[in-house]
């Protein structure tokens, strides 16, 4: 990779860097009209908040609307839990999903990587998205549960429909966010009913994979219902799939921005981590994490209700002038580098080190295989909604293979 000769077009990430310093602009706390919901932008205060669940809690099950085939999988999504419940859910996977169990995953990762790009061999123009970006995640986590290979195009066409469209405007309403779930309640009814086939499988016949590891976990006695492993295979494609992908598309499109990173990488791949850190500080593909206060506290000097919405900003926080050198400029070489892209407190990503991995892998052998990868034109690349996942929807790149 060498980066391109459209450096000189509208990048269009551009635009969410101005959003975020016009944040900082407007001072540490404001009020969003649009989300209903206070935007808190400091790093000190973001990290703060997340790290108090009990005054700003992740529960917001009694808020939205009700669909019955989304209980199921709020019973083990304990992303939106509080303690106690929180922690009995995360101890018992814990168990089960270990950094053993994430550092034996790189082989088949590497693999993975390899078949996938082996796929685009003969083409000297691809979508980097659609052939390894928004594959490798989730065949990851299809493999890692012990999916058949043979259903893994199963879990992949689910994400699409889950993912795959712009279900929502910017500022759902209730009723928007009623019919999109009803839109995805039949693909939640199929996956729910495969993934509890796939458990009692494992439970009769146990293998080595996740999924015969959450069933054997065990804290006090206590073990994980067959409902909450579902509501847990449901978290991890919603949270591990779509991030991973967003990261591995704003790497590839950061570096191209930013050529001499190429360079730098090409020369010294042992560097790869440090860069995939900045491109997660950059551009961290969660920008916001919605909490709701359970009692009135003050945020920023400002004093809020019980039960006001709150926006801990990623996004903003990981550009705050207090905390990073420089945090417009992207540097790659950038260390130490405290970002607060997976969160903070007890619910930080549960899933990092296996992201990093994947995004670790996927880059060095996008750097060992081409000699040359470019973003033709940032006009061909289309992006997600910023305000659910920033990231890149498409992205179409021009290689040269390594001689
Ligand atoms: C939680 C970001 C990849 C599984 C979180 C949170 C963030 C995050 C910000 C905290 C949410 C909150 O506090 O409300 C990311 C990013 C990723 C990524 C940016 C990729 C670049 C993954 C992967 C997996 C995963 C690959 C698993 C395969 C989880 C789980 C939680 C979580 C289970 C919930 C943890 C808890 O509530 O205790 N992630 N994630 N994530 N993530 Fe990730």
């Not at 085939?69 to 999504?77: A, T």
């Not at 990488?265 to 981590?273: C, F, I, K």
């Not at 950038?334 to 899933?351: K, Q, V």
Request: hydrophobic share 40%; with cysteine.
């Amino acid at each position: 990779m060498t980066g391109n000769s459209s450096t000189q077009e509208h990048f269009p990430f551009d635009a969410l860097t101005e959003r975020w310093r016009s944040l900082h602009a407007s001072g540490p706390i404001r009020y969003d009209e649009r989300q209903s919901a206070w935007q808190v932008t400091e790093y000190e205060a973001v990290s703060a908040i997340l790290a108090d669940p009990g005054t700003f809690s992740s529960d917001f099950s009694s808020a939205g609307p009700t669909q019955e085939d989304f209980e199921l999988f709020r019973q083990g999504n304990f992303v939106g839990m509080d303690p106690p419940e929180h922690r009995k859910l995360r101890t018992l996977v814990s168990q089960a999903f270990t950094p053993r169990v994430v550092n034996g995953l790189a082989p088949r990762i590497e693999a993975v990587c390899a078949r996938l790009l082996d796929a685009v061999a003969d083409r000297d123009r691809f979508d980097l998205v659609d052939e390894l970006a928004y594959p490798l995640p989730i065949i990851v986590i299809a493999e890692l549960l012990g999916i058949p290979a043979d259903d893994h195009k199963l879990f992949q066409e689910w994400a699409s429909t889950l993912f795959g469209g712009d279900v929502l405007g910017d500022a759902p309403d209730m009723a928007e966010l009623e019919r999109a779930l009803n839109a995805i309640a039949p693909t939640v009814r199929e996956m729910n009913g495969y993934v509890l086939d796939h458990i009692r499988r494992r439970r009769a016949n146990p293998g080595e994979d996740l999924t015969s590891k959450l069933l054997a976990a065990e804290v006090d006695g206590a073990r994980l219902e067959d409902q909450e492993i579902v509501g847990f295979v449901a978290l991890l494609l919603v949270a591990g799939h779509i991030t991973t992908t967003a990261l591995l598309g704003s790497a590839v499109v950061t570096f191209d921005r930013h050529p001499g990173t190429l360079r730098s990488l090409r020369a010294d791949p042992g560097r790869v981590p440090e860069a995939v850190e900045e491109v997660l500080r950059w551009l961290p593909p969660f920008a916001e994490l919605g909490r709701r206060t359970t009692r009135p506290v003050v945020v920023g000097g400002q004093e809020l209700d019980a039960g006001s919405m709150v926006v801990a900003h990623l996004g903003a926080a990981n550009r705050d002038p207090a905390r990073f050198t420089a945090p417009e400029v992207f540097d790659p070489a950038r260390n130490p580098n405290p970002h607060l892209t997976f969160g903070h407190g007890i619910h930080f990503c549960f899933g990092a080190p296996l992201a990093r991995l994947e995004a670790r892998i996927a880059l060095r052998m996008l750097l060992d295989r081409f000699s040359d990868l470019a973003v033709p034109s940032y006009g061909e690349v289309t992006f997600q909604n910023p305000s659910v996942i920033v990231g890149v929807r498409h992205l179409p790149v021009e290689v040269v293979r390594q001689q």
